[in-house]
């Protein structure tokens, strides 16, 4: 997401931290989000959990933004619906990644996405990006190849080359939403809205599709408190309330201040991966993970600059 550059005002050591902590929070809830989704969701069961993870979601931003919603245009109604189909790959992506990986690497490899996007916005713009930044992206790939190779240098699982896939899907999302013109000036929670509404269409077609698993009426009665409970949090922590948040706190400090903390995404993943969902990197793969996070937060510095 591209943020415009607004006066910003001082804040108090004590009010700053008041801000940077919901902030934080988000970033908690969504390194979480990949273990989370791990243990609510197979391989027959992904569409039918994402249907029922956003018909959640999605009612209560209607209302809340019925207003806004009416006055948007046709051309914005249609940028904001081809926005939701990037973003509904984006999460089937994601979605089918951690179910064939560790939470540890879902989380780690999608931080690419800090160093893609600016290397794809150069290749737009044809301005060559800073020997800094290319030195940052070659630390974050070989950190990755790392963390990839637990048991030695094998052939990266499926789950990783999804995860993958999922950073450049993210890359894609953010250069088409600050590129289109007819979307300029759009209130963010009307945005986000279509573009939900669109990638539960997207999911919603797919369990019309015979063979793409179980119905998510299957899912939800064969769910248990457990269940139930993963897919709340990540229904009204991990996308209601980090979307509020995010709204929030960027009127109260810096975008820069905000993007910094949300980075912090990967090594949340990486803690209740290790620490709740019991995996294991070994050396090799503990010494990808600093790489990568090293390379994502020396990229962002370099690419701000």
């Given amino acids: 997401m591209s943020f415009v550059a607004v006066p ?11 801000t940077d902590l919901p902030v934080l929070l988000v970033a908690v809830v969504w390194g979480a989000s990949y273990l989370a989704a791990k243990g609510i969701t197979t391989t027959h069961t992904v569409v039918a959990v994402l249907v029922l993870r956003f018909a959640l979601v999605v009612p209560v931003l209607v209302v809340a933004g019925r207003r806004r919603l009416r006055a948007l245009t046709a051309a914005q109604w249609r940028g904001g619906g081809l926005l939701g189909l990037v973003l509904g790959a984006i999460f089937l992506l994601e979605t089918y990644g951690v179910v064939h990986t560790s939470a540890t690497n879902a989380g780690l490899i999608i931080s690419l996405t800090m160093i893609f996007t600016p290397l794809a916005e150069a290749a737009v713009t044809r301005q060559r990006p800073a ?9 974050s790939v070989a950190g990755v190849v790392l963390l990839t190779q637990g048991g ?6 499926l789950g990783d080359l999804l995860m993958l896939l999922a950073a450049l899907a993210r890359t894609v999302n953010v ?11 759009v209130d963010p929670l009307s945005l986000t809205t279509v573009q939900l509404g669109g990638a539960v269409a997207v999911f919603a077609a797919l369990v019309a599709v015979p063979g793409t698993g179980a119905t998510p009426w299957s899912v939800a009665v064969a769910f248990g408190p457990r269940e139930w409970a993963g897919l709340l949090f990540l229904s009204l922590f991990c996308t209601l ?3 509020f948040v995010q709204t929030w706190a960027v009127r109260r400090t810096s975008p820069s201040r905000v993007s910094l903390l949300l980075g912090t995404e990967p090594l949340w993943a990486a803690a209740a991966g290790i620490a709740i ?14 790489l990568v996070l090293t390379g994502t937060m020396w990229g962002r510095r370099a690419a701000d600059r």
């Fill in 8 to 18: 910003v005002p001082v804040l108090a050591p004590r009010r700053a931290w008041l």
């Fill in 131 to 139: 020997r800094s930044f290319v030195a940052a992206a070659g630390v």
């Fill in 152 to 157: 030695g240098f094998t052939t990266p699982s």
């Fill in 175 to 185: 250069l088409a939403t600050a590129r289109m013109k007819s979307l300029s000036g």
């Fill in 241 to 243: 309330f980090a979307f």
């Fill in 277 to 290: 969902g019991g995996e294991r990197l070994g050396a090799a793969g503990l010494l990808g993970a600093a």
